[in-house]
């Protein structure tokens, strides 16, 4: 290569860098450029809508810019993950508020995938880690899982669990504790946490597996008996609440966390731009409080901790599924 090609070479690759950097600082400040759609892959009065309407008054504040909240529910949560994943602009102008059961559990549960959650989402940051409670209406008359599991091995029909709908972690919950004492309970699926809630509140349906933090107002208010939590431990929101272990059913552990995801080619400096600012509105105190009252404790982390935990779980939920025997057509 003579000396002319060499100081072309070099010249097209010093700009070729400069190039980089300036798409880069542009891309950071730039964005956000207009509104922001929140989408929530199910309907509103669950918990994850819930979130979603906590964090939206914060967002807005720190961006500038509106938020605004578009619940997408249907099919355990993938119909709204799937828009995002496959037909919002990859441009971060669009997250989704990513949930357990379309991230990690949906793949091994549904025949038939709308999107791949490991190379078609970008995760942001991990908003949450909430135990399932299995709480039944007071009507019932149980106060113990001991009682309860008795009371469904000699009727079982008298005890149909609601869910938040076919895949979600409720029905998935379901599933395992029947496989656990040996009862093929009956599931009753709605659209949504918050119109299955209702119905068990009401006394429609005696039994539900829930998240906590959708669940415990109600709890609180004595409109639901809780019987045991799905996590290693007692949950601090409701210490009086024995685990599955302590209550007698070793093994039975479930977690629904959530998070931010946007669509992957999503560029990084805005992918960490939108970490950053939810790593600022944890750092409030009154908010981690509000947040806290959910049931959950604050565990925002960096987007390669949220992605680890996607993949991590996609196989160990995965393998809970089958051994479960659920699907969903």
Same mark, same amino acid.
Not at 160 to 183: R, W
Not at 195 to 216: H, K, T, W, Y
Not at 227 to 247: C, D, H, N, W
């Given at each position: 290569?003579?000396?002319?090609?060499?100081?072309?070479?070099?010249?097209?690759?010093? &700009?070729?860098? #400069?190039?980089?950097?300036?798409?880069?600082? =542009?891309?950071?400040?730039?964005?956000?450029?207009? $509104?922001?759609?929140?989408?929530?892959?199910? $309907? %509103?009065?669950?918990?994850?809508?819930?979130?979603?309407?906590?964090?939206? $008054?914060?967002?807005?504040?720190?961006?500038?810019?509106?938020?605004?909240?578009?619940?997408?529910?249907?099919?355990?949560?993938?119909?709204?993950?799937?828009?995002?994943?496959?037909?919002?602009?990859?441009?971060?102008?669009?997250?989704?508020?990513?949930?357990?059961?379309?991230? *990690?559990?949906?793949?091994?549960?549904?025949?038939?995938?709308?999107?791949? *959650?490991?190379?078609?989402? /970008? %995760?942001?940051?991990?908003?949450?880690?909430?135990?399932?409670?299995?709480?039944?209406?007071?009507?019932? &008359?149980?106060?113990?899982?001991?009682?309860?599991?008795?009371?469904?091995?000699?009727?079982? /029909?008298?005890?149909?669990?609601?869910?938040?709908?076919?895949?979600?972690?409720?029905? =998935?919950?379901?599933?395992?504790?029947?496989?656990?004492?040996?009862?093929?309970?009956?599931?009753?699926?709605?659209?949504? *946490?918050?119109?299955?809630?209702?119905?068990?509140?009401?006394?429609?349906?005696?039994?539900?597996?829930?998240? #906590?933090?959708?669940?415990?107002?109600?709890?609180? *208010?004595?409109?639901?008996?809780?019987?045991?939590?799905?996590?290693?431990?007692?949950?601090?929101?409701?210490?009086?609440?024995?685990?599955?272990?302590?209550?007698? #059913?070793?093994?039975?552990?479930?977690?629904?966390?959530?998070?931010?995801?946007?669509?992957? &080619?999503?560029?990084? $400096?805005?992918?960490?731009? #939108?970490?950053?600012?939810?790593?600022?509105?944890?750092?409030?105190?009154?908010?981690?409080?509000?947040?806290?009252? =959910?049931?959950?404790?604050?565990?925002?982390?960096? %987007?390669?901790?949220?992605?680890?935990?996607?993949?991590?779980?996609?196989?160990?939920?995965?393998?809970?599924?089958? /051994?479960?025997?659920?699907?969903?057509?």
């Amino acid at each position: 290569m003579n000396r002319f090609n060499r100081r072309a070479l070099m010249l097209a690759t010093v &700009g070729a860098g #400069l190039a980089l950097s300036a798409h880069t600082a =542009l891309a950071q400040s730039a964005w956000p450029n207009g $509104p922001i759609r929140f989408v929530v892959p199910y $309907p %509103p009065g669950g918990p994850t809508d819930l979130m979603a309407r906590l964090l939206q $008054p914060e967002l807005q504040t720190r961006l500038g810019v509106p938020v605004v909240i578009d619940n997408k529910g249907g099919a355990g949560g993938n119909l709204g993950s799937a828009e995002v994943a496959r037909q919002a602009p990859a441009d971060g102008q669009t997250m989704l508020l990513a949930a357990s059961g379309p991230m *990690a559990v949906n793949a091994s549960l549904f025949k038939r995938m709308p999107f791949n *959650a490991l190379t078609e989402l /970008e %995760p942001v940051v991990q908003l949450s880690s909430f135990p399932l409670v299995l709480e039944v209406h007071p009507s019932t &008359g149980i106060k113990t899982l001991k009682d309860f599991i008795t009371q469904v091995k000699a009727q079982s /029909e008298k005890y149909p669990y609601a869910s938040a709908g076919n895949g979600t972690p409720q029905h =998935l919950a379901g599933e395992i504790f029947g496989k656990a004492v040996g009862v093929r309970m009956s599931h009753v699926p709605y659209r949504g *946490a918050g119109p299955a809630l209702n119905d068990v509140v009401g006394g429609q349906v005696p039994v539900m597996f829930d998240i #906590l933090g959708s669940s415990l107002q109600h709890i609180q *208010a004595g409109t639901l008996t809780p019987l045991a939590v799905t996590s290693a431990t007692r949950s601090p929101a409701l210490p009086k609440v024995p685990t599955f272990a302590e209550a007698g #059913l070793a093994g039975f552990e479930l977690t629904a966390w959530h998070g931010i995801a946007v669509r992957s &080619g999503t560029p990084a $400096p805005v992918v960490q731009k #939108l970490n950053a600012t939810f790593l600022a509105i944890f750092k409030d105190p009154a908010f981690r409080k509000k947040w806290e009252a =959910l049931g959950t404790p604050v565990v925002a982390g960096t %987007p390669e901790q949220f992605g680890a935990l996607i993949r991590t779980e996609s196989v160990r939920l995965g393998r809970v599924v089958r /051994e479960s025997g659920a699907t969903v057509d």
